[in-house]
Structures are given as structure tokens and as C-alpha cells.
């Protein structure tokens, strides 16, 4: 499962998803990130934003997983995001586990539901997101 990551085009310090966990086809992802294993977090907390994105880049792996790989000339867009926050504890040396749903996918577009729990599986956000690729974007 981890050539699934290979899919995912953020690199490090920017890839906020370690390990791909479970993948259900036409259903579901599930992934772990750990912010200890990123050289720049020496917080107390993770910022939420973090975690955010760790869902947004969960879920196009999970649109790419579903529909086909990014080209060489596309790139993922984020459509929107609805954010609901369930606990604001957010200890950087927790394993976070992040999953999403798929709730309705097209052929380069995603709309999905997702999760972030911390290490006790207390849920720490949910999002709705939507996600797309965009072709012709990428420059040399």
C-alpha cells in the first residue's frame, strides 16, 4: 500500500500523510500521519490547518485511486472544504488517523467525506470536501 503514496504529488516537509492504511475500492481510505516525523514541527500543538490538508491530500489520493493517476500535466484542486471541529487537542507527538468516504465521484471530480481521530480514536475534525484534477496546469 505504499506505492499509493507515490501517487500523491506533495513532497516532504509538505506531505502531511505517512502511511496508507486500508483502501476499500469504490469506498473508502484510511491513513496515518505522524507531524514527529516532519523536521520543522518542534510545536506544542499541530495547527489545524495541518490536519486539514492531511484529509485534502487523503482525499485525492483516494479520487485517484477511484477514477486515474495524475498526468504529467495535471494537478489537484481543491473545490471547498466544510470543516467541523470536534477537539481542539492536538499533541504533536500523536499518530493521527485520518479516513475518507467517498459520496459521490465523477470522472475528475470527487466529493467526499472525511475524519481526523488522534491516537485514543477521539475524533479530532470532519470535513465534506470536494476535490478535481486540472489539465494543462504544470510548466517546466
Known amino acids: 500500500m505504499d506505492k ?10 509538505f506531505r502531511f ?3 496508507i492504511t486500508e483502501y476499500v475500492p469504490r469506498n473508502s481510505l484510511a491513513a496515518k500521519f ?5 523536521p520543522f514541527f518542534n510545536l506544542r500543538q499541530v495547527p489545524l490547518s495541518v490536519l486539514v490538508e492531511s484529509v485534502a491530500q487523503s482525499a485525492i489520493l483516494l479520487t485517484q485511486l477511484e477514477t486515474s493517476p495524475l498526468s ?10 466544510d470543516i467541523q471541529l470536534h477537539s481542539e487537542s492536538l499533541d504533536d507527538n500523536e499518530v493521527f488517523l485520518i479516513k475518507v ?8 471530480q470527487a ?10 480514536h477521539q475524533k479530532i475534525l470532519s470535513a465534506n470536501i470536494s476535490v ?3 489539465a494543462g496546469m504544470r510548466g517546466d
Open 72 to 81: 504529467d500535466d495535471e494537478i489537484p484542486l481543491l473545490g471547498s472544504i
Open 34 to 38: 505522524s507531524p514527529s516525523n516532519i
Open 132 to 134: 478535481a484534477v486540472a
Open 4 to 13: 499509493i503514496l507515490d501517487l500523491l504529488p506533495h513532497q516532504s516537509p
Open 17 to 19: 500523510v505517512d502511511k
Open 101 to 108: 468516504n467517498i459520496v459521490k465521484l465523477l470522472s475528475k
Open 111 to 120: 466529493v467526499l467525506s472525511g475524519e481526523v481521530l488522534n491516537g485514543n
